[in-house]
């Protein structure tokens, strides 16, 4: 009979311990440890079964490849993210808030797939989930239901099946018969991600894993969870709001830069193919710090807005507060303002937000949002039709920004009249359709906005 082993594991990162302790050393999280209990001398046939035979060192340059080509889901937001499709084999794993809509998106995907696929669920019945695709017009033939958190019993029923694609709701939910402990656990969780990426690299099918995320938004489960997957996805958005964005953290086969955008409407998900059309609102002119900048998310080019608040501190201490944009680089600009153009801002509270709920790290939104603090600071509107793309420097210069010709197409596309950009030489203003302005210093593009 195999002896059954007693040990403690922080659920928080997945450190072990033989004896109860308060607080983790590893990562510092109080009364994370639970007793789990592992059979020794159990191994999962999964992982050994087919290894026993073993592989041969083979050079790099001997490697053939089969021309395996990427799986389109008919989903151009989620293949955007993924880099073109699924890949043959890859194991993605998808988290976001309860609620915020990953098994919709799933079941979407799942609708206009061309294949077979298995749709294994652990937290909803076959009668719910024929509910929930009912409302989502599903009309197709081709998903087979599985209602199971046994792990063993999910791969036994893949191997019967061989499906296209196999999507897992939720990897929280599954559990192993060879550990005695409850689902959702970090053994559990890990053992059961192991088992399914060794069968996902075997038979070449791609699988999709729904995570839970914690309360401080991570992913729940061990941190060796994202590091043995191939894609980790992150679905966003507030339930208040009626867009969701897809942007990868992890991705073998593709960039983590790129980002997709969806309106969560009453029969599920719509793709936004312009991100512009929701990114921007058709403000009045006479408002005042409200500023437009072209950014770029992956290769996508789209417009975004700026809108800054400047008031008098009405504390000792002035308040400096920022949504979507980094608080240490608004900061930044705020001593390069006050520093180099002489701008009187440390009494008074500044306010800043990204419209739509974007989070953007692109440096070319430096110009767009100084401009917005300035024109809120002396209350006086931007000129309808202006949009800017610029870094700005310590010294207040406006440093170059990558693909700036694409910036410049987008702006156009959208009926801007003038673009504030770095100093180039080689004006594009008969290329696109549009002024482009070419500014130095900071102090230009104030001059030439308020005259």
């Not at 939104?365 to 100084?370: N, R, S, T």
């Not at 401009?371 to 870094?391: H, M, N, Q, W, Y």
Request: charged share 20%.
């Amino acid at each position: 009979m195999a002896k059954a082993k007693t040990v403690y594991v922080c659920q928080s990162c997945g450190a072990n311990s033989p004896k109860w302790i308060g607080r983790c050393p590893s990562c510092n999280e109080w009364n994370t440890y639970s007793e789990e209990v592992i059979i020794a001398s159990a191994k999962s046939p999964a992982l050994t079964s087919n290894y026993a035979t073993g592989n041969t060192p083979i050079l790099l340059n001997d490697i053939k490849e089969h021309g395996q080509k990427r799986i389109p889901t008919t989903c151009r937001e989620f293949d955007r993210v993924l880099g073109g499709g699924l890949v043959p084999g890859s194991v993605i794993l998808i988290g976001g808030e309860p609620g915020i809509g990953k098994s919709t998106l799933l079941l979407q995907i799942a609708q206009n797939f061309q294949g077979k696929i298995l749709y294994v669920s652990g937290e909803e019945s076959a009668e719910q989930i024929k509910m929930r695709a009912n409302r989502l017009g599903y009309t197709q033939n081709n998903v087979y239901f599985l209602a199971e958190i046994l792990t063993e019993a999910i791969l036994i029923q893949s191997k019967q099946l061989l499906p296209d694609l196999i999507i897992i709701d939720s990897i929280q939910t599954l559990r192993t018969e060879f550990l005695d402990s409850s689902p959702g656990t970090v053994t559990q969780i890990r053992e059961s991600a192991t088992q399914l990426l060794h069968f996902a690299k075997e038979n070449q099918i791609p699988v999709v894993l729904v995570g839970h995320i914690t309360k401080d938004g991570s992913l729940a489960g061990p941190k060796i969870l994202e590091h043995v997957v191939d894609t980790v996805l992150q679905f966003e958005g507030d339930n208040h709001f009626m867009y969701r964005i897809l942007r990868s953290s992890k991705n073998r086969f593709g960039s983590t830069s790129e980002i997709g955008i969806f309106e969560m409407i009453q029969s599920g998900l719509r793709e936004v193919a312009n991100p512009s059309e929701f990114l921007l609102s058709e403000h009045h002119e006479n408002y005042s710090g409200i500023s437009t900048c072209a950014t770029i998310e992956g290769v996508r080019p789209f417009l975004i807005e700026v809108q800054a608040l400047v008031s008098s501190a009405v504390y000792g201490t002035p308040q400096r507060t920022s949504t979507g944009f980094d608080t240490k680089r608004l900061n930044l600009l705020l001593a390069v303002l006050e520093k180099r153009i002489g701008f009187r801002l440390s009494s008074k509270d500044v306010f800043l937000n990204i419209a739509g709920g974007l989070k953007v790290a692109d440096t070319a939104i430096d110009l767009a949002v100084i401009c917005a603090i300035l024109s809120s600071d002396v209350d006086r509107p931007i000129p309808k039709g202006t949009c800017f793309a610029g870094e700005v420097g310590l010294s207040g210069e406006i440093r170059p920004t990558g693909r700036l010709e694409q910036r410049i197409a987008e702006a156009s596309k959208l009926g801007y009249k003038r673009i504030f950009v770095p100093q180039q030489k080689n004006s594009t203003s008969k290329t696109f359709g549009i002024e482009v302005v070419g500014v130095q210093k900071v102090e230009q593009v104030f001059a030439k906005l308020f005259n």
